[in-house]
């Protein structure tokens, strides 16, 4: 599976937006790029996913670059309970490959202050 | 309300004893995936499942054993074979949707062997 790489931490202040950026330069161009968040000692969540379009949902907005080689988790205000591990994941098209499968990484600890 | 239900939150064992963890989905979905998480680290595909009777082993598979009997339920079996069983084990389940929808996490059990 290709591989990503994320920032151990990053932090932000309340309500301040939030870029985390994610580089995935062996991306193949059937790979989607999924991101997930993890609160402590609970399962992952899913935030957001995208092909090649930048992608929006209630939760955080997703930018890709035009070559696909790098993308952008963006919160646009973030607040203490958005304090998490975030997983930037490439997943192999279902198309293809049938049901595949979720490599994680270590992920992005956010750290956000009041 | 739909999800996936694992069972018991927290489990203890003595060394040398086989435990099943128990995961239970009513969200329909046809893959079904374990996970093993060790402090500060990312998830680890044990095994996974895309149709009832049928299971593949994922990255760590050893010491581990599953059954797909139901579509809804994929028990895990941490045998005593496995060296270091103490870990957060989450189970998720997800469609074979080709635009690669999202995979739903439960909560997690925490296995610690003594």
């Known amino acids: 599976d290709a591989k990503t790489t994320q920032p151990n931490s990053m932090e932000s202040n309340e309500e301040e937006p939030v870029h985390l950026p994610c580089n995935h330069s062996t991306i193949s161009g059937t790979d989607y790029i999924h991101w997930y968040r993890q609160l402590p000692s609970q399962g992952p969540e899913y935030v957001i996913h995208g092909l090649t379009s930048n992608v929006n949902n209630r939760m955080a907005s997703l930018a890709i670059a035009e070559d696909r080689k790098s993308s952008t988790l963006i919160l646009h205000r973030a607040t203490l309970r958005d304090a998490a591990v975030y997983y930037c994941i490439l997943r192999p098209s279902q198309i293809l490959s049938g049901y595949s499968t979720l490599t994680f990484g270590k992920g992005t600890m956010l750290l956000v202050s009041p | 309300d739909g999800g996936i239900t694992q069972s018991p939150k927290y489990l203890f064992r003595k060394e040398g004893q086989n435990v099943t963890l128990s995961c239970e989905q009513n969200l329909n979905h046809d893959a079904m995936y374990w996970y093993r998480q060790d402090p500060g680290q990312g998830l680890r595909l044990i095994y996974y499942s895309q149709i009832v009777n049928d299971f593949q082993k994922g990255d760590i598979a050893e010491g581990y054993s599953v059954s797909r009997e139901k579509k809804e339920s994929f028990p895990l079996t941490v045998t005593s074979a496995q060296k270091n069983p103490t870990a957060f084990y989450l189970c998720?389940?997800?469609?074979?949707?080709?635009?690669?929808?999202?995979?739903?996490f439960g909560q997690g059990t925490r296995l610690t062997v003594v």
């Open positions: 998720a389940s997800s469609t074979g949707a080709p635009t690669n929808t999202e995979a739903f």
